[in-house]
């Protein structure tokens, strides 16, 4: 790793966000030709990402901003043609746990930088309201706000009243009060990878697009090189980003890699415009299930059901690339019920279009980030669990300190590889687990404060017991 290690002289620059170029990067409503036909499959790379959605080019452009430019992106389609595309685009800082509020609030940073800057990404803060109904939710916001003040995200609990003046369009007789982050927005998932693509091949960083991985070689456990369908490539590092298709790059190389994740079918709606005010902000209701948030004067509404829909047993398909999957409105109802409780003026909205696209998920809800306890050198940023756009600029300076040996402010134990065993990858627990965990995503920061009191309790009923 010593080639990196003489970038921690620019790293205190690069984590200042000063040393972003201005530039205006144009609008798109699909993925840029990033590809650099002129140059070719390279013959040689300290570093190879694979995977050219938010997450890899984060990781490229975030390299490249450390000082390495010596690095090529592989994208077995077009960049962004996975996932991305297809992303809400909702950046909320307060997560479920500390560490990923402290990824979540960099990220945010990082975009309002490039958007002040003139890099086009479609940031608007509009802020966040996340409302709780039940007084254990309220409890937990209560836990959210102290962690807040320590990584210095401005937070205020409110009331349903206030609640009310913040979102005149939400139903507020139900509520027991709510935790308001007026820094949060959304942006554009799309225009944030193209502007990735630019500052990183402004920096040098080559983009392969319609370039296939067929092998990662290994030699004493440590990478060695990449064997794609447009040539081999000769490399120090690995960086596996390639989101859906994540698990399957891990069985490309010997030994394989775990990558334990599974696609869930992810539905929102989007409403024709019916006067919603632009500024309105995202609201998250976790007791519903939803997210809701301001699309060109209507509404995009989505979530996450109890009950999910897995995907892709079999495999995914091959040049699944800008692709949708079919509607499901019977599987849609649970979440389209409770947008329209909290929202009941979207009674009389028309609906424009419904949205299916597949996510990645982890056996416990957390992604994937850190270098394989299996090669040396072969480092993962990938099962973002639907926070894709929010996490990636933070996957691409974590991967950065991890390459250096530059240690973050938290511990990463709870993204890190090696806390799954073979078991994990098992593909039938895979789907079995995929039901239940994206529901749990939303609500299973109310499930962590109820398991610690019940644990609580039994722990002290045994003792008394014992007594």
Request: hydrophobic share 35%.
């Amino acid at each position: 790793m010593s080639f990196l290690r003489n970038t921690r002289s620019k790293f205190s620059s690069f984590l200042d966000l000063s040393h972003l170029n201005s530039g205006t990067v144009r609008r798109q409503a699909c993925s840029l030709n990033g590809s650099d036909e002129s140059v070719g499959n390279p013959k040689h790379a300290q570093v190879v990402i694979c995977g050219g959605g938010v997450v890899g080019t984060s990781v490229a452009y975030h390299l490249a901003a450390s000082g390495l430019t010596d690095i090529t992106l592989l994208e077995q389609g077009r960049v962004s043609c996975g996932t991305t595309w297809h992303a809400a685009g909702l950046i909320g800082q307060l997560k479920g746990t500390m560490l990923s509020s402290e990824m979540s609030k960099y990220s945010r940073d990082l975009y309002a930088s490039l958007e002040q800057q003139g890099h086009g990404l479609g940031w608007k803060q509009c802020g966040s309201l996340n409302v709780a109904r039940t007084k254990g939710r309220m409890t937990f916001f209560k836990r959210q706000l102290a962690w807040a003040k320590v990584l210095g995200i401005e937070s205020h609990l409110v009331t349903p009243q206030d609640i009310k003046e913040l979102c005149p369009l939400l139903r507020d007789d139900d509520l027991e009060g709510g935790i308001w982050i007026p820094g949060d927005g959304v942006v554009s998932p799309t225009d944030v990878t193209n502007v990735f693509v630019k500052l990183a091949k402004e920096k040098g960083v080559k983009i392969v697009e319609n370039c296939k991985v067929k092998k990662v070689d290994t030699e004493n456990r440590k990478v060695k090189a990449v064997e794609t369908d447009l040539g081999r490539i000769e490399c120090q590092y690995f960086v596996n980003c390639a989101g859906l298709w994540a698990r399957q790059v891990g069985k490309l190389s010997i030994p394989r890699i775990i990558v334990p994740l599974h696609s869930c079918e992810h539905f929102y709606i989007v409403t024709k415009p019916c006067q919603v005010p632009n500024m309105t902000p995202v609201v998250r209701d976790y007791d519903g299930y939803i997210y809701l948030r301001e699309w060109s004067g209507g509404i995009l509404g989505g979530g996450f059901e109890p009950v999910a829909k897995p995907a892709f047993f079999d495999g995914i398909p091959d040049k699944f690339e800008f692709q949708q999957l079919p509607d499901d409105w019977d599987h849609f109802q649970v979440l389209l019920e409770q947008i329209l409780h909290r929202i009941p003026s979207l009674n009389d909205a028309e609906i424009r279009s419904m949205l299916n696209g597949p996510e990645s998920f982890t056996p416990d809800a957390m992604p994937i980030m850190g270098e394989s306890p299996q090669i040396e050198c072969y480092f993962m940023a990938a099962a973002m669990n639907s926070q894709g756009i929010s996490l990636a600029p933070s996957m691409g300076q974590s991967i950065v300190k991890l390459m250096t040996g530059l240690k973050g402010t938290n511990d990463c134990h709870t993204v890190c590889p090696s806390r799954f065993m073979a078991c994990h990858n098992n593909k039938k627990f895979l789907y079995d687990r995929a039901k239940e965990i994206v529901g749990n995503k939303l609500i299973h920061v109310q499930c962590l404060y109820s398991k610690c009191c019940s644990i609580t309790r039994v722990v002290l009923s045994q003792q008394l017991q014992l007594t």
